[in-house]
């Protein structure tokens, strides 16, 4: 994460600080004198702290002035912290609507607005358990974030720094299988019924989702379910980048994973087919990105056939199936259902052109 610090610094946090918290005009003019080179000092005492250091290998940016105005310099705790926070909350936003967006115009089925089980006004709930959940999930990631860009976790920079041969390639079928199996027990321990309405209702109130119902989650939830992503760079090797890309795919892959167009008829990808039946039936496909933990916890549920026969997926027959039995497991799950479905006509109309 010191690689996405660095650069926001460059471009947005350097001159914020200067601003909001500017230094002194006499701390300043040291520290320019250090990148002056005819500027000389007595002795190793006179050197300033905080002087902007290259975050990786690959590219360096040079800081501006505004790196050298604030009160608070870049390796500030305080400072790393606060802009931590806001890079996971913005960018955890933006990743968000772009990724959900793309989503709801080029791969969502939009006749799923025609669904008895979906929601009135549901993208606009959707995005607004989003935007409540980000900034607190952001408070709870911000610290472990802080931890790796203070080098206590085990991210290393060059790929020649890899502990032994191909673990550069390996790095990411070993975070992957790490993360699923965790994740498959956290996902299945909040269906428990000490916990399931409190937490883990929330993300449930879309029997049918869209998209935007990809970061839908009560906080605790959201974060309970990412634990074992922010784990593994502290506990194995994980080189910088990589651990940017699987960053990124996390989030676009929870996105798929909700789009509602079945394209993954697999035996092993627990993709949106197989999230569809978890959603419509709660206690099936707690997996992450496979089956494998499903299959071997007795959990895992085929999608129905018809999902993948776009003849059939919308039909009113097959969506009569899914209401009884959904409605039928809700009881058990639940008890009370206290969703409102349904959409009006003059919605529906603008939504299904």
């Not at 009560?218 to 379910?225: E, I, R, T, V, Y």
């Not at 990124?248 to 949106?272: C, M, Q, R």
């Not at 895992?300 to 026969?309: C, G, K, V």
Request: hydrophobic share 40%; aromatic share 18%.
């Amino acid at each position: 994460m010191d690689v996405v610090l660095e650069v926001f610094d460059t471009f947005l946090f350097d001159r914020l600080y200067a601003t909001v918290l500017p230094s002194s005009l006499a701390s300043y003019s040291r520290i320019i004198g250090l990148k002056n080179v005819n500027s000389t000092f007595s002795s190793m005492r006179e050197i300033p702290t905080g002087l902007p250091t290259p975050s990786n290998y690959l590219f360096q940016l040079e800081p501006s002035e505004y790196a050298y105005m604030s009160a608070w310099s870049r390796d500030n705790i305080w400072r790393q912290g606060l802009s931590l926070y806001l890079i996971t909350w913005i960018f955890g936003l933006v990743i968000y609507f772009v990724c959900a967006t793309l989503s709801y115009l080029f791969v969502f089925d939009h006749a799923t607005f025609t669904h008895p089980k979906y929601l009135k006004n549901q993208i606009s709930l959707e995005i607004r358990q989003t935007m409540i959940s980000l900034p607190c999930m952001a408070i709870f990631t911000a610290p472990i974030f802080l931890g790796e860009v203070r080098g206590y976790a085990k991210l290393y920079d060059s790929p020649l720094a890899q502990p032994f041969p191909f673990y550069n390639f390996l790095q990411f079928p070993f975070f992957i299988a790490f993360t699923d199996f965790f994740i498959y027990w956290i996902h299945r321990g909040l269906h428990h019924p000490l916990i399931y309405k409190t937490l883990h209702k929330p993300h449930h109130k879309w029997i049918m989702p869209t998209p935007f119902a990809s970061h839908a989650f009560h906080p605790l939830d959201g974060f309970a379910q990412s634990v074992p992503y922010h784990v593994y760079p502290y506990i194995f090797p994980l080189q910088k980048f990589a651990y940017i890309v699987l960053f990124i795919f996390i989030n676009v892959w929870t996105v798929l994973i909700h789009d509602g167009e079945y394209v993954a008829k697999s035996p092993i990808i627990n993709g949106a087919a197989c999230h569809t039946m978890h959603h419509l039936y709660f206690n099936y496909n707690y997996g992450q990105f496979t089956t494998l933990w499903d299959r071997l916890g007795g959990s895992y549920r085929q999608p129905n056939d018809e999902l993948f026969q776009r003849e059939n997926k919308m039909s009113r027959a097959e969506w009569g199936r899914q209401c009884q039995e959904m409605e039928s497991t809700l009881k058990n799950v639940e008890g009370f259902d206290d969703r409102k479905y349904g959409v009006d006509k003059a919605t529906l109309e603008k939504k299904t052109l």
